[in-house]
């Protein structure tokens, strides 16, 4: 089934499908073309030493960080799909060979949940824990990585459990609560605290000299 088809068997008007399907030609056209261009700068700029300046000069608007990507496209040292992206995770694939960006990009990352099962997460949709997870400084960790690194971070974190909130060891100074070490409050806390502070109930409070 043609993808007009599928569109208007879902029940888009047919007008809309025909710019849907316009838009799509034309899209995946200048995609090409793109490609094509980093060749012909990756090219140009290993046969000509004042090439990159002279391409700079000609196009003032392309961004002096792009430059670069447009290069590694051209050597087929990057996926197209990261020449305008921008992220952690982009970031974090640009330094991986172009064949696991590739695989990466196509069918996501394979990331270690609780259960101790994996699944494949989109990496436009991951969150910044599971990036620092998934990502090492210079490839993607294996599951048993993955495993060991959530362990690391546990055992890390732990540390540094907050406890149950306690007033008596929190101080309240004219309009400002301290708190001296980690810990959780209920709301019923941090509203006493509030009331505290506007003198509209007394809460038991250390001295501050």
């Known amino acids: ?19 849907v399907i316009k838009f799509q030609d034309i899209f995946a056209s200048g995609m ?19 090439a990159r300046e002279a391409f700079r000069e000609a196009c003032p608007t392309v961004p002096e960080c792009v430059w670069a990507r ?8 990057m996926h197209p ?8 995770v ?32 989109a990496s436009s949709a991951m969150t910044q824990f599971q990036i620092r997870q998934v990502f090492a400084d210079s490839h993607l ?12 971070y546990k055992a890390e974190n732990n540390a540094y459990e907050p406890v149950a909130g306690d007033l008596d060891k929190c101080i309240i100074k004219d309009k400002t609560f301290i708190v001296r070490e980690a810990m959780t409050f209920t709301r019923a806390q941090l509203q006493k605290v509030l009331d505290a502070m506007d003198n509209t109930i007394t809460v038991k409070k250390k001295v501050v000299k």
């Open 1 to 19: 089934m043609k993808p007009s088809e599928a569109l208007i068997g879902k029940g888009y008007a047919e007008p809309l499908v025909t710019q």
């Open 32 to 50: 090409m073309q793109v490609v094509e261009a980093c060749n012909i700068y990756a090219d140009t700029v290993d046969k000509f030493p004042e």
């Open 70 to 77: 447009i290069e590694l496209v051209g050597i087929k040292a």
């Open 81 to 88: 799909k990261l020449l305008w992206a921008t992220g952690r």
């Open 90 to 121: 982009a970031g974090k694939l640009r330094k991986l060979p172009l064949s696991t960006q590739t695989k990466c990009l196509e069918e996501g990352l394979e990331l270690l949940i609780a259960n101790g099962e994996s699944l494949k997460v």
């Open 141 to 152: 960790r294996t599951l048993a990585e993955q495993r060991a690194w959530l362990e690391s």
